[in-house]
């Protein structure tokens, strides 16, 4: 499976904009770029996922590079609710189904 | 249901035991993920049943795992002869995706079920 490669971890300020960086310079063409988090005690949650142009929901924005063998997300302004393991995952197209594969993740801490 | 449901959210079991976790799907999802987290870890992949049958079970760790999915909506993830090394969250995850190929795939995760062998 593709990989992807994320720091350990990243602190940012209360309201301040946060860009969580991922490289995944092994993806092939048809893989789309996700992204979940996960909140202490809780199930991962998606967030967002774009194949090859910048995408926007309420929660977060992806950018994703012209060669898309990088991505960023980014939280417009950061809350204490937003501390929590950002998964970046290639889902790969496959005969035997298209499930994600997580890695470790960057730890987002949030200072108020 | 509104979310997925998963039982018992906290199982003690002693060693050698069998286990039963029970994952209800959102209503009209059939694709259903397994997946298991270690403290520290990122979830890891199990199981994955499009429907009533298993997809993809490459990731089930030997025969003492096992999951059914008879109906198409509740799955079971069954373990035998529970060992130590299988205390962990094993979380359940489903999506509306009814195709293998077409488009992305956007995973409802439950809040697991956490299993503890002493």
């Known amino acids: 499976d593709a990989k992807t490669t994320q720091p350990n971890s990243m602190e940012s300020n209360e309201e301040e904009p946060v860009h969580l960086p991922c490289n995944h310079s092994?993806?092939?063409?048809?893989?789309?770029i996700h992204w979940y988090r996960q909140l202490p005690s809780q199930g991962p949650e998606y967030v967002i996922h774009g194949l090859t142009s910048n995408v926007n929901n309420r929660m977060a924005s992806l950018a994703i590079a012209e060669d898309r063998k990088s991505s960023t997300l980014i939280l417009h302004r950061a809350t204490l609710r937003d501390a929590a393991v950002y998964y970046c995952i290639l889902q790969k197209q496959s005969p035997r189904g298209s499930k994600l594969t997580f890695g470790k993740g960057i730890t987002l801490s949030v200072r108020p | 249901g509104a979310g997925v449901s998963q039982t018992p959210s906290n199982k003690v079991t002693e060693k050698g035991k069998y286990v039963e976790l029970r994952c209800d799907p959102i209503s009209g999802h059939t694709a259903l993920y397994w997946y298991r987290q270690s403290l520290g870890q990122g979830p890891e992949f199990l199981i994955y049943f499009q429907g009533t049958g298993a997809a993809d079970d490459s990731g089930l760790p030997n025969d003492r795992f096992f999951a059914v999915r008879p109906e198409g909506s509740v799955s079971t993830l069954k373990i035998q002869r529970t060992e130590r090394g299988d205390s962990a969250v094993y979380l359940c995850?489903?999506?509306?995706?009814?195709?293998?190929?077409?488009?992305?795939?956007?995973?409802?995760f439950g809040a697991g079920s956490r299993l503890t062998v002493l």
């Open positions: 092994t993806i092939s063409g048809t893989d789309y």
């Open positions: 995850a489903s999506s509306l995706k009814p195709s293998l190929y077409s488009g992305a795939n956007v995973l409802t």
